[in-house]
């Protein structure tokens, strides 16, 4: 049996990992973590059977991180696999907050590997990290696998500055001798309902957002599901390294913001740096919403790899539905 200790566990994504989770034969204990109070329908896994734990932590803060790996639900779970999934939900923002330093994330980071690394019991770190961390040239046209350029300019938006910072913290330890780490790169995530995570320019509540006028790069999409289902295959084999993960479906950002209700305004170039710049005079910084590479280029991954080492095929297509209010969103169904 493995036991698994996941983040982010009250947020969507975690819901569907810890459902996921709880129905695998070869899982055993389940520690759940969350920045927030059990969500509603978690009463179904806190049992009398004791199998699943709910607990509150902020992991972006030392004290906090250190004294979960160490206490008392830790070790009587028996966690030898830790599943990192970082914030993706309504609490997640595109201007994250600053903790010692460093934005949320990397310092979220930082410290669940560390920990990690210092805990003789966990034996695996399966990570969930970003396709936006990878470099994108003029067009539509890149095919990306894992080991294509990561984008390390300078210039690069905050937001994706993160994320690379994040990718490369995993990426030294995929050779670690001692602890097995998986790092999944993944692209738009799309749950039903219309939902996105995890897309730096779609993040956020629905709403009018602008991009550079002349530009409407492809959006490579997975569905939540087989997120959820990407992190098993990866805790059931033995390989580490690094994957692409993506579904089959890729759509244009100007259809996928009107599919998901955040219409994106065409806007020319030079106004939308006059928009930077004078934000940045008031100490808010409007590029994540308005400029970037992943706002001009589009992308599709190579996941050949991932299929290879880790068994992983996507199997839910992402396609349009009429709710019953009879508005028309996307909605993801497994074929």
Known sequence: ???????????????????????????GNILAVGGGPPPRGFDRYLGDSGRVQYTRVDL?????????????????????TVIYLPRHGATSSAAAPIVSGLPERTAETRLVLQNCLETASVQNLIALGSAFVYRLHPGNSNRLDED???????????????WIDCDMIFHGEVHNDR?????????????????????PSLEGRPGLRARALGYDPICALISDKDVARA??????????????????????LSVLSRWT?????????????????TTRMFGIDARQAADGDHL??????????????????????????????????????SV
């Open 261 to 277: 209700r955040r219409v994106s305004i065409p806007v020319p170039g030079p106004i939308l740096r006059w928009i930077e710049t």
């Open 231 to 252: 992190l098993l295959a990866a805790l059931h084999v033995r390989n580490s390294g690094i994957f692409n993960i993506s579904g089959t479906e890729a759509v244009p």
């Open 60 to 80: 972006a803060k030392h004290r906090p991180a250190s004294e979960l790996f160490r206490g008392s639900a830790f070790r009587s779970a028996e966690i030898d």
């Open 179 to 199: 602890m097995r780490v998986v790092l999944l790169r993944v692209p738009t995530i799309v749950a039903a309902g219309g939902y996105v995570y995890l897309n």
């Open 148 to 162: 294509s350029e990561l984008d390390l300019d300078p210039d690069v938006i905050p937001q994706i500055r993160s």
């Open 1 to 27: 049996m493995t036991n698994v200790l996941i983040t982010h566990a009250d947020e969507p994504l975690g819901r569907k990992v810890v459902k996921a989770l709880f129905h695998d034969g070869e899982v």
């Open 296 to 333: 001009r280029y589009g992308f599709t991954l190579d996941t050949s790899r991932a299929e290879q080492e880790l068994g992983f095929r996507p199997i839910d297509r992402i396609g349009l539905a009429r709710a019953g209010d009879g508005t028309v969103r996307l909605e993801t169904a």
